[in-house]
Structures are given as structure tokens and as C-alpha cells.
């Protein structure tokens, strides 16, 4: 088969490499029907990640049809048609037990495309198969469910949830990438009064408006905390969403936060951040941060196939599964290609 195979920092190669086989009782193989690419895979690139090796089989979101399943996988069958999750689960370790599969002590986690070749290729191994895929319902789009393998629930879960999001509040986002927009998404489930939407790039606001922003602030030139106080009273934002992850962006997000609101911090930080805890002790401010766990994907499909999720908006441009080398270009590039996310299906 052919896979997008990670050579190094700044390497990568679409190559023939041997299909995937099953290696332990819980695998499935899967033929992989469409896959997209997600920042994170542009860090392992930048080789910001060290402990993903030269040779490693990139990507982490994919739907695919199962050809292949271990002899220890109980609800599985070749041709049924699954998401892969983005997180692996043993599901009987003690995280797993509490939902906490992102802390996998079993030898799942953040593995995909990680720790195990992953799924940017036409045919995947997926540990702990009956645990780390769901079954996809015939009236959800491969297009749509790959959105769920990773950047739904993470904004859900590490962004809306964690940040405990009310009908009435003020929502500040920070970063309108997929992972700032898919928060927009999923926070205007809560019926809050205002999502206001900061970035520095104009495209990514108007996308924000689109996945219903009510307010967007061009970071640079216009004034956030201003933005934030006209609506609120002065006070400041109940939910701050940092979804960039630089020491500016969060230290950005420690101010806009209003007194005894939450700050959700979704970015992945590659650098120290300044906390100013003499300021955010007295004003009973809540921070919480986290990788993703994806315990809330039964439900985010539950509401895709009730059409609750409009995620019309957020697939840019579409290739063959072949094509992963000018995908890679064109989502590395999004001020020059507008790319939100980029997926390519057979
Ligand atoms: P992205 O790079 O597509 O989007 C980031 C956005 O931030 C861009 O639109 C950019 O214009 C904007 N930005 C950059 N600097 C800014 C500044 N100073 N002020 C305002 N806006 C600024 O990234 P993404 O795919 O949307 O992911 C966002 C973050 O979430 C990344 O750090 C990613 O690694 C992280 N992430 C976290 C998890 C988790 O489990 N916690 C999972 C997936 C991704
Ligand atoms: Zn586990």
C-alpha cells in the first residue's frame, strides 16, 4: 500500500511501504475511505515532536471500512463503515474506567500517527478496535464524521465543557483555526448571548461569522478586551476559549476573563506561559487545559445525525487519497489558500 510517511523534520514522502497487518487480538486493519490532515501532524513536520520517529506513518483522523479484525475484537466485522478515533483506548485501565482515554495507561492515548503508524494511507492498523472506532450511521457523510476523529471533541470537551458553558454567557474565543471555529460550533449549542471571535487573520474571521460569531475582533488592529467589556458590562468574557497556543494568546485570554469566569486553554503550548496568578488568584478565576479524550464522540454523532452540527463550512478543499503531497501544501499555507481543513476520500 501506499502511506504518508514522516522522514524526518521537514520530511515527508507518499511511499509504498507493506500493508498493515493485525498484530494483537483487539486490531482491526481498515481500508481508509477518507482521512484529512490536522495541525498537530504540521508540529511532528516542524519536529516539534521528538519522540515520533523517521519511518512513522503521520495522521490521526480518518473514516474507513473495516477489512480485517483480531480475534479478541467483539463488535466488529469486515465492511462495517467507522470513524477512527484520534485517541486509543484499552478500556479497562484505570483512566480508561474514568473516561479519561487521552491518559490511557493500557498503551493507548495519543497514539496514531504518534507512538503507531497512523491512517494517512490507504489501509490502517487501529489498536483496541472496539474501543477506538465508532460505527457511522448511513445518513452521516464520511466527510462530516472525519471532522469528529479529532477537532470537534477536542473544542467540545477541552474548550465548551471544561469551560462549563451557560445559555446567556459571553464566549471569548481566541484562535479561528478549525479548533477555534469548531468551539464556535459547539458553544452556540449552549445558547450563550455573544461568541465573540479574536485572530489576526481576516479570512479566519469571516469563517468565524460563518460558524456564528456575533463579534470578531482583527487582532493587531482592533482592541479585544475592549470588544469583550462593551458587551458585558465592563466586567469581561464568563468562558475565554484560548485555541492558538502561544504566551500571548494565553496571556491574552488571563485578561478578558471576568471575575469568577473560566479560562479553557485548548491550545498546545510549545513554550512556557507567564500565569499571573496576582492577578487571576483574587478574581476566583477558573483555568483548566487538556488533551482531548473524545468521551463525548457518541454524542457529537448523535447530534451530526440529528442535524444539529453544521459543519458545511468547515472542509475547504477536497482531493483523491493520492494526493497527499499538494494537501500537505495547501493546508500548510492557509493565508495564501484560505484551507480550514482539507480531506481527501477515495
Ligand atoms: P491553526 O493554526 O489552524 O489556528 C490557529 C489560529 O490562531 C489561526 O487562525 C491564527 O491566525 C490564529 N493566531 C495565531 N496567532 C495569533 C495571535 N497572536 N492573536 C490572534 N490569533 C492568532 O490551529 P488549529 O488546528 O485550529 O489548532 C489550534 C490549537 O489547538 C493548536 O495549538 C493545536 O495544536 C491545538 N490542539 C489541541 C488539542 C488538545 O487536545 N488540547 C487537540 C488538537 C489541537
Ligand atoms: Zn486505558
Same mark, same amino acid.
Given at each position: ?27 482491526a486493519v481498515i481500508r481508509v ?8 501532524? *504540521? ?21 474507513g471500512t473495516v477489512v ?14 467507522v470513524?477512527a ?38 489501509l490502517a492498523?487501529i ?19 472525519? *471532522? ?162 453544521? *459543519? ?35
Amino acid at each position: 500500500m501506499k502511506a504518508l510517511v514522516y522522514g524526518g523534520p521537514g520530511s515527508r514522502s507518499w511511499t509504498e511501504i507493506p500493508d498493515p497487518v493485525i498484530r494483537d487480538p483487539r486490531d482491526a486493519v481498515i481500508r481508509v475511505d477518507a482521512v484529512t490532515i490536522c495541525g498537530t501532524d *504540521l508540529h511532528i513536520l516542524g519536529g516539534d515532536v521528538p519522540a515520533v520517529e523517521p519511518g512513522r506513518v503521520l495522521g490521526h483522523e480518518a473514516v474507513g471500512t473495516v477489512v480485517e479484525v483480531g480475534s479478541g475484537v467483539a463488535g466488529l466485522a469486515p465492511g462495517d463503515r467507522v470513524l477512527a478515533s484520534c485517541i486509543s483506548a484499552c478500556g479497562i485501565c484505570r483512566y480508561c474506567r474514568d473516561g479519561a482515554y487521552g491518559q490511557c495507561l493500557g498503551g493507548g492515548g495519543w497514539i496514531l500517527g504518534h507512538r503507531v503508524d497512523g491512517v494517512q494511507a490507504e489501509l490502517a492498523r487501529i489498536p483496541f478496535a472496539d474501543l477506538s472506532t465508532y460505527k457511522l450511521p448511513d445518513q452521516v457523510s464520511d466527510e462530516a464524521a472525519v *471532522l469528529l476523529a479529532d477537532i470537534l471533541p477536542t473544542s467540545y470537551e477541552v474548550g465548551v465543557l471544561n469551560g462549563g458553558v451557560r445559555p446567556g454567557d459571553t464566549v471569548a474565543i481566541v484562535g479561528a483555526g478549525p479548533i477555534g471555529l469548531a468551539a464556535v460550533l459547539t458553544a452556540r449549542l449552549y445558547s450563550p448571548a455573544h461568541v465573540i471571535v479574536i485572530d489576526k487573520a481576516e479570512s479566519r474571521l469571516q469563517a468565524a461569522k460563518l460558524f456564528g460569531a456575533d463579534i470578531t475582533v482583527l487582532a493587531g488592529t482592533e482592541d479585544p478586551l475592549a470588544a469583550v467589556r462593551s458587551v458585558t458590562g465592563g466586567l469581561g468574557a464568563d468562558v475565554v476559549i484560548e485555541a492558538v497556543g502561544t504566551p500571548q494568546t494565553f496571556e491574552l485570554c488571563a485578561t478578558l476573563v471576568r471575575a469568577g469566569g473560566h479560562l479553557a486553554n485548548v491550545g498546545v503550548h510549545g513554550k512556557p506561559v507567564t500565569l499571573h496568578l496576582e492577578d487571576l488568584w483574587i478574581r476566583n478565576v477558573t483555568i483548566t487545559t487538556g488533551l482531548v479524550d473524545t468521551y463525548s464522540t457518541p454524542k457529537l454523532l448523535d447530534m451530526l445525525v440529528a442535524g444539529q452540527l453544521d *459543519l458545511g463550512h468547515m472542509v475547504t478543499h477536497r482531493f483523491g487519497i493520492g494526493d497527499f503531497m499538494q494537501a500537505y501544501d495547501v493546508f500548510a499555507d492557509p493565508a495564501r489558500t484560505g484551507a480550514l481543513k482539507v480531506v481527501l476520500s477515495r
